[in-house]
């Protein structure tokens, strides 16, 4: 059976050999002068129950935000007001983040099973039990549910039944990161990193392979050392691939043939942003890049944040927002990585990417309550 490992287990070995009490503290904040002012407008405790081992990202829609957490509780808050619309226990332990459409919310679980939930009140529309347990979201398109499974598979889904269309199966190592990339459905192509180094393209509706490519290859003696998953979502913009993997490189490929078009060494776990031909990426360093995106050229690199435990930065207007294992939100310049602003917002930590609604940001930490946060006027 495929041994999954905790990726804090992994950076701890890496960074001190075996012994905790090496490994890099977390730097300490330093001061700066505030161009802006963060004031919590108000927090809401939604009562659900979130490990410590695994962070389940919510699912924004247009009018609503889907939260769900690690003992099967999902809550659906409207986003106009953030009121909660309908709650929903389930007697299961979710381990991959909510994701579907506005047509049905889907899920996976600890005991292999992808769970299908009719968004209007939350009832079960159907269940199925896939090879094993699913950690990485689920994608939709059109009548077609894509799963990807700890042992390697991608099981295709009928929405509407789910009962099984096709499986695509490769051979992954005895040892990897805990967690996965969703795949990604471009109209007829289905494409998604896998713990080997490998991405693949594949045919939504057949699961017939277009290409792979190897994006890194494992190195070194242990098995830690050769851990190489593609954990981090990719992006897709303009016919090329941006992925990133797991002690390996950040590559951009051409998407019909999968050749390189450009590839530099880094470790990324976290989710990259594309805006404006740039990449936006949190390294397993918390070490904030700009990347330009054509030839994964360094336009900027910030790190002040080093070993705190940063989630994915997320853009909001000319700013990236970033929070940290303390609960701290740090507001940084686009243009250049400089800080602009800071608060600690809950000392229980914040692991879960913010989500910007308007002028607002909404935060949640890691015992189950939603902060919303508004950058007040400038500093003078």
Avoid at 60 to 69: A, N, R, T, Y
Avoid at 156 to 161: E, I, M, P, R, V
Avoid at 293 to 320: N, Y
């Amino acid at each position: 059976m495929k041994l999954i490992i905790l990726l804090s287990l992994v950076l701890t070995l890496i960074s001190c050999g075996g012994s905790v009490d090496n490994a890099e503290p977390p730097a300490v904040l330093v001061d700066f002068k505030e161009s802006y002012k963060l004031k919590l407008l108000h927090e809401i405790t939604y009562g659900g129950s979130l490990s410590q081992y695994i962070r389940i990202d919510p699912l924004e829609l247009k009018k609503e935000i889907i939260f769900s957490d690690s003992k099967g509780q999902v809550t659906v808050f409207d986003k106009n007001n953030f009121t909660i619309r309908w709650q929903k226990k389930l007697n299961v332990n979710f381990t991959s983040a909510i994701g579907g459409n506005n047509n049905l919310y889907l899920i996976g679980t600890r005991s292999g099973e992808v769970i299908a939930l009719n968004p209007v009140n939350g009832d079960i529309a159907w269940r199925v039990r896939v090879s094993s347990e699913v950690l990485t979201r689920p994608v939709m398109s059109n009548n077609t549910v894509i799963v990807k499974t700890v042992d390697g598979q991608l099981t295709a889904l009928n929405a509407q039944t789910g009962k099984q269309k096709w499986i695509y199966q490769r051979e992954v190592p005895a040892l990897s990161v805990r967690g996965g990339g969703a795949p990604y459905i471009l109209q007829d192509k289905l494409i998604t990193g896998l713990d080997n180094g490998k991405i693949v393209v594949l045919n939504v509706e057949t699961g017939i392979l277009f290409w792979e490519k190897t994006i890194t290859i494992p190195r070194g003696r242990s098995e830690v050392e050769r851990l190489v998953d593609l954990d981090a979502d990719l992006i897709v913009n303009d016919n090329v691939i941006y992925i990133a993997g797991f002690q390996g490189r950040i590559v951009a490929l051409d998407l019909k043939s999968g050749g390189f078009l450009w590839a530099k060494k880094m470790s990324v776990t976290k989710n990259m942003t594309l805006e404006n031909n740039r990449l936006y990426i949190t390294d397993d360093n918390s070490h904030i890049w700009a990347l330009d995106a054509t030839t994964g050229a360094t336009v900027w690199k910030q790190t002040d944040f080093s070993s705190r435990k940063l989630t994915s930065p997320v853009i909001m207007g000319d700013d990236i927002l970033i929070a940290d294992f303390q609960g701290y939100l740090h507001i940084i310049a686009k243009s250049d990585g400089h800080q602009l602003a800071r608060a600690q917002i809950d000392k229980a930590g914040i692991d879960v990417n913010p989500i910007v609604i308007g002028d607002k940001i909404y935060l949640q930490s890691k015992r189950s309550m939603i902060h919303v946060v508004k950058l007040s006027s400038l500093v003078l």
